[in-house]
C-alpha cells in the first residue's frame, strides 16, 4: 500500500473522532488528534500554555507581525502544528490527521483525502449530552461554542471556508447511518480511491 493521508475536519459532536478511530483501526494507520499536545510538549512548550492558546485563532489585540514573523502565541502553536502535518506527509508515512486545518495544509499532496464529518442537530446533541454528561441547555450552549471556534480558527488560517463541501473530497452526514457503518463507507471510498 502506497502513502494514503485523510484529513477529518468535523462538527462537534458529530462522532468525527471515533469515525477517524474507526478507520484508522480498518487501514491499520495512526489518528492524530488531541495526542497532538504531545508532539507541542516534545518541541518545549507546557501544557498551561497549549490549553491556552492551542486551537486559537492568531491575531490577538496586542500581537504584531513583522517581516511574515509574529508574536501572537496562537500563531506560533499553529505554525508548529502545520510544520508537523507537514513534516508527518513528507515521512510517507500513512495516518489520519482530525481538524487543525490539515485539509488546507495538506491540500496539494496527491495522497490526500480531504473529508468533513457532519451530522443532524439533535443527533449531535445526545451525543454531547452523553458523552460529557450535559443538560440540553449545557450540550446546546457546548455545541455552539466548540463549532464557532472551529469555524473561527479554520477560516483564519485556510481558504477553505469551514464545512463548504467545495474544500472536501467527500461530506458525509454521521447521523444517518450511525457511527460504524460512516466508518464503513469512508473505508469503502479509502479503498476504492487507493485502487
Known amino acids: 500500500m502506497g502513502q494514503i493521508i485523510i484529513t477529518i475536519a468535523r462538527e462537534f459532536g458529530s ?6 478511530d474507526l478507520l484508522g483501526e480498518k487501514l491499520g494507520i495512526k489518528v492524530y488528534d488531541k495526542n497532538i499536545t504531545d508532539y507541542l510538549q516534545e518541541i518545549g512548550y507546557d501544557e498551561e500554555f497549549i490549553e491556552n492558546y492551542d486551537e486559537k485563532k492568531g491575531g490577538t489585540l496586542f500581537a504584531k507581525t513583522v517581516h511574515g514573523m509574529t508574536n501572537s502565541y496562537e500563531s506560533v502553536i499553529a505554525e508548529k502544528v502545520f ?3 507537514k513534516k508527518l506527509a513528507d515521512s510517507g508515512e500513512s ?3 482530525v481538524g487543525r486545518c490539515a485539509s488546507h495544509v495538506l491540500k496539494d499532496n496527491p495522497n490526500v483525502i480531504k ?3 457532519r451530522g443532524e442537530h439533535d443527533f449531535k446533541k445526545q451525543h454531547i449530552m452523553k458523552d460529557y454528561n450535559l443538560s440540553d441547555a449545557e450540550a446546546e450552549d457546548m455545541m455552539k461554542t466548540i463549532d464557532k471556534r472551529r469555524r473561527t480558527y479554520n477560516n483564519f488560517y485556510s481558504d477553505i471556508k469551514w464545512g463548504d463541501s467545495r474544500g472536501y473530497d467527500i461530506t458525509i452526514n454521521s447521523s444517518k447511518l450511525g457511527i460504524e457503518k460512516t466508518a464503513d463507507i469512508l473505508y469503502e471510498y479509502v ?4 485502487k
Open 15 to 20: 462522532q468525527g473522532h471515533g469515525i477517524a
Open 83 to 85: 510544520e508537523y502535518e
Open 95 to 97: 495516518f489520519i490527521f
Open 115 to 117: 473529508i468533513f464529518v
Open 191 to 194: 479503498k476504492m480511491y487507493m
